[in-house]
Structures are given as structure tokens and as C-alpha cells.
């Protein structure tokens, strides 16, 4: 019992460890990024001893430069709720992790231990709750504030959260019934096989409509351009307008944080997992075949982040009303046919007889 | 009076599917970002200098490029034994419209050369950079083509600069020892008068 409780410790230890890290790591990302796209430079200027890293230092200037802040919180605004807000943000962002399969399982002796924190029969269930639950720390950020433009930014951001899940939850349908299982695990398991012999049966190729519908949504739930509304920080007020300090930097924290998190989830149900494409576990040693598959996840997880970030640095912001009609009149249908085309096809095969 | 009926242009259907349309605009942005990185990494390993990955000037370490006759700040000019070309003729200080130029003129040893300034200051915090100073000179003895951008002090006192400074644009405030031979109103030592021509004749003797 000891064991298995030190064991789950060390996974969670792990994954808090990476996503932290990378989650750290996104603002040095988004300004490289955006630099190179715009034929800039980018921020290079933070260094410790003269040694500059290509401007790696300027997430760690930001963090001390956050701790530091004074925390302001609006006359009149309710304490409790204003801090937990931010709390609730972050930390329904980083227990959807807990979910995620990272790698295959790993033999150590007699004993296989799953990589994954949670070994939960409806992951994808309780990655969706986690992923609902995040509307809360926006809602409560924008009613404790006791600002009205921060109210209507947090009923923007829930209005568009609650629109969005929506078609999230339908598309993600279809890949539930290809596979036949809501446990990630076997999600990922059953993306190792072949179709024909050559094809990976991952989740693109099976279900290339519900992916599309599934990154359009997964984005307009990470609150980033360009479905940013309920920040806008260029023009429209958000709801952490009154927030200062490391409150505001755990909002923005809760962004890096969503965007990896929906880039886990979209590579565990549409692009495999942690399997290496046409490697099977039997071909190499466990050790070497758990290595590559954790390497293979976190390069696609990484490909998505950057996809994320190119399309956030492209793409302009939407009106709210085209924001509203793309989600429940352009997602959302396309979103059910794709289920009642996926069951009918279904239901086919198993009438020829044959196995997809 | 005709009506003229103007049509909106109607998106197709291929715009409004905008998955298309998205993608053209990643095609833009990615051909973008690989091109300067790839750029960046050949600069790393030390070619392909020429071709600049961003547009961005690195300023302290980089300056801008600037055009042959911007105005930048003043200096004077020298004659062979190191003292000024200006003769004290006081037209910079007459045409000056900030009125920023201060000379006092003194008698020069020479009887070709009419005077010299004992004392040539320009208060920078005044000068709004005509270059009506420089276009009057008879004697090309100042000019604005020093480069020096970067002018800034904490009191107005420290924008004034004095003839060591005009003369020798390397010096920067504060001046802290005078290299002058000539007999000037020395702002280094305090204001006083400093120096004489016969230490000037040593260097030269080309001089009638």
C-alpha cells in the first residue's frame, strides 16, 4: 500500500514537474515565436552574469517580477472569493493532468505501473469536469472584483465556455464510439494498431472531422486568440482586470496551462498517445519502448503547442456574435452529424462482418 | 443625378468554410518563422551575416545607419597644430535662432588669422539643430557630422558643452583633464584662463 502510494507520488511529482516547466517555459516561447513571425528579435535583454540564453532568463524576471508586485485587491470587493479565484483557475487546470496516459506502461520486476497519475475508468469524463470547473475561477474573478466591466468579461468568458464545451463534448463522441471506451488508456492502447496493415488507426485518421471540430473548440476553451473575448487585452476589458500581481500571473499562468492541457488531450485521442508510429511494444525492451513512447508524446504535444501558438499569432480576433454562430451553428451541427455519420458507418461494418 | 449602386463583394463559399482561409494565413506566418530561424541558426554558426533575420536594431550595440547630412552634434573643426579653424567672426552666434552659442573671442598671434575663441560653448538643452551654425561659417570650422545621438545629462548644466568637448567628440561629460595648448577659459579647471601660443608653436612649424 506504502508502495503504490509512493509510486503515485513520483507520477504526480513528474507530471507537476514537466507541465510547470513547460507551462513556464510558454512565455519564453510566445515571444520568441511571435518575434520570428514578425521579423523580430524578441525579448534578450534579462541576464544573470552577462550570460543572456537567447532572453531564457525573462520568464524567471517575470516570476520575481510578479512575487514582488503589491496585491491590490478593489475596495469593497469580497477577499475570499477574489483570492480563491485564481486558486480554483490554476488548480483545475493542473488536476485534469492527472489523466493523462504519458507513456506505456512500465515493468519494473513483477510489478506494471501505468503512467498516469489516475488510473480513472472515464478519464475523458473527469477531464471534461476538470476542464468545466475552470469556468468558475473566471466567474468568481469577474463577481468578486466588484468591477462591472470585470463582471461582464467573466459572463462573456462563461457564456463562451459553456457554448463551446458543447461541441467539445460531441465531437470527442465519435472517437468514444470508434474506440469504444471513455478509458484513455485503452484509447490510446487500441491507436496502435494498423488499418490495412500500413495506416496507424489514430484518432485523425478515423475521425479527421471530429478533430477539426475538437481544435476550433479546445481553443475557444483556452480563452486565447482568437477566441480571447473575455480578456481582449488590447481593446475590451477582461475579468482579471483587478487582479495584480501573482494573481493576475496565475490567470495567465491558467492560459499556458489550458493550452498544454488541450494539447494533451487532442494528441491522446487524435494522435495516438505516446505510440510510435508502426512500433510495437514486443520489438524492443520495455525500458527503450517506454522511453520513446514518453519522447513521442511530448514531441506531439510539443508540435501542438507550437500549432497554438502559430495560429494564436495569426489569426484575428473574432466579433462576439460570429464567436456565438460559429459554436452553436457551425461546430455543433457539424459536430452531431459527424455521430450519426460515425454510428451509421458503424453500424455497417458490423453488418458486413468485417473489422475496422 | 444617377444612382450608382456599389455591391458588397460576397464572400464565396470557399471563404466562408475560413478553415481554408486559416490555413493560408499559417502558410504566411510559418514561412515567416522558419525562414528566420533557419536564418538565425546559420548567424549562430557564423554565416549568411548579410541577409538580416529581423529588422530589429540592437541599439546600444548596433547604431542606426544614418544619412550623410543628418545633423547630429557639433563639433570644430582643427587646423594642423590642434587649434581651432573658428576665427571668431560671431556669425553662428548672430544667425543662431535658440541663441544656444556663446564665444568670446580673443587675438590670435598670427596676423593672418584675425582671432580664435578663448571660450566656445553650445548649450545643447537650447539647440533645436537648424544647422544655421554650420551653413554660415566662412571657415568650415563647425559642423554637425559627429553621429552622437545619445545626448542626455541630469541637470542643464551637463548639456552645455564647452570648447574641449566641440573640439574632441570622443570626450564625454565629465571632462576630468585638459589637453589644450592654446590659451582658452578653461571650464575644467574652474573658468580661468589657461594655456599660450608658445606652447602651441612647438607642435608646429608650419605656421608664418
Known sequence: MIELLVIKFILAGFVLFMV??????????ERKQSALIQDRIGANRASILGFR????FHP?????????????IPKGADKTLHTLAPLFSVLFALMAFAAIPFGPPLELGDRVIDLQVAKIDVALLYIFAMLSLGVYGVILAGFASRNNYAILGG?????????????LGVAVIGVIMVY?????????DAQGALIWGFIPRWGIVVQPVAFVVFVTAALAETKRIPFDLPEGESEIIGYFVEYSGM???????TDFLETIMVACVATTLFFGGWQVPFLQSDSVSNPVFVMLGMASFATKVMVFCWVFMQLRWTVPRFRYDQLMTLGWKGLFPIAIAN???TAIVLVMIDLIGGKS | MAKKIVHRPELTFWEKLYIPQVLTGLKITSIHFFRNLFLHILHRLGIFKHRRAGVTIQYPEELRPLFSRYRSRHRLTLRDDNTPR????????????????????GEHPDPHVEKYPVRFDIDLGICVYCGYCVEVCPEDAIRMDTGILDLASGTREGMRLDIHQLMDPELRKPVTNCSLDFPHQCEVTGGEMKGGWDQVRKYSDNQV
Open chain 1, 247 to 253: 494573481k493576475f500571473g496565475m490567470f495567465l499562468f
Open chain 1, 155 to 167: 459572463l462573456r468568458a462563461t457564456a463562451q465556455m459553456i457554448s463551446y464545451e458543447i461541441a
Open chain 1, 20 to 29: 510547470m516547466n513547460f507551462a513556464g517555459l510558454h512565455t519564453w516561447i
Open chain 1, 53 to 56: 540564453l537567447m532572453g531564457l
Open chain 1, 339 to 341: 455521430v450519426i455519420v
Open chain 2, 86 to 105: 573658428c576665427v571668431g567672426c560671431m556669425l553662428c552666434e548672430t544667425v543662431c535662432p535658440a541663441k544656444c552659442i556663446t564665444i568670446v573671442p
Open chain 1, 180 to 188: 469504444g471506451t471513455m478509458d484513455l488508456g485503452k484509447i490510446v
Open chain 1, 60 to 72: 524567471l524576471a517575470d516570476a520575481i517580477k510578479m512575487f514582488l508586485k503589491e496585491d491590490l
